[in-house]
């Protein structure tokens, strides 16, 4: 079974452009999740999408936002890029509430 | 709120050694889970343990052990006979209030095993 896929692996932006990230789930899980992870701040939770509805949200601005599609697939978008929004953005897949998340390898931006 | 405790930033032993990582979760609710997740320089986090707020049974898996005390909000993590290859950083999770998808991350112990 094919793990939780994001791409691009890397990207490199600069200050005030915007960004998609993709994230593909496992298959059969219904729930996405993503994270921020800096060196400053550690891993911090984003959104978590079920169902193509937000049900939760983390402590981030407006300029990030997010979708999940029918096929559950979910992407992130981050809008008018900060030099502080240069981190490891995770994506994690769970089929329900109770399973433990399953992550994938990251997309690393660099805002520059 | 939450807060995950990892008070070890930084531990390094020589390999075959055991090496226990501490952990401490608060919380006011009485049902929660907590996690282990590993982070080897490839990025992915990796799952290790799920652990709910009832269960205070020690685990073993292999070379590793877990270990939660409820009263003391405490969830360790023992690896024995170490090995290179568990060099990663270890994150410790909790999550409160029913909702396994929101974690609050503790902030990493970085596990250096030396041959």
């Known amino acids: 079974k094919a793990g939780v896929t994001q791409t691009p692996r890397y990207l490199i932006k600069t200050r005030g452009q915007q960004v998609t990230l993709s994230c593909s789930p496992i298959?059969?899980?219904?729930?996405v999740s993503w994270y921020q992870q800096t060196p400053g701040q550690g891993l911090q939770f984003l959104f978590e999408?079920?169902?193509?509805?937000?049900?939760n949200k983390g402590n981030f601005p407006g300029r990030f936002s997010g979708r999940q599609f029918s096929n559950s697939r979910s992407e992130m978008n981050v809008s008018t890029l900060e030099l502080g929004d240069s981190a490891l953005y995770l994506c994690?897949?769970?089929?329900?509430?109770?399973?433990?998340?399953?992550f994938g390898n990251g997309t690393r931006l660099t805002v520059t | 709120a939450q807060k995950v405790t990892q008070a070890q930033t930084e531990i390094s032993v020589v390999e075959k050694e055991d090496v226990t990582l501490d952990c401490v979760y608060e919380?006011?609710?009485?049902?929660?889970?907590l996690f282990w997740y590993k982070q080897p320089p490839s990025g992915e986090l990796v799952f290790l343990i799920r652990?709910?707020?009832?269960?205070?049974q020690n685990e073993i898996s292999g070379r590793y052990s877990w270990n939660f005390q409820k009263s003391t909000s405490s969830f360790n993590f023992t690896i024995t006979a170490s090995q290179v290859v568990d060099s990663a950083v270890y994150f410790c999770?909790?999550?409160?209030?029913?909702?396994?998808?929101?974690?609050?991350f503790g902030k990493g112990t970085l596990l250096t095993v030396n041959p």
């Open positions: 919380t006011r609710d009485t049902t929660y889970y």
């Open positions: 999770a909790g999550n409160s209030g029913g909702s396994n998808y929101k974690l609050t």
């Open positions: 298959s059969g899980h219904r729930s």
């Open positions: 999408y079920f169902s193509e509805t937000q049900r």
């Open positions: 652990r709910n707020s009832f269960d205070e």
């Open positions: 994690a897949s769970s089929p329900t509430l109770g399973s433990p998340l399953h």
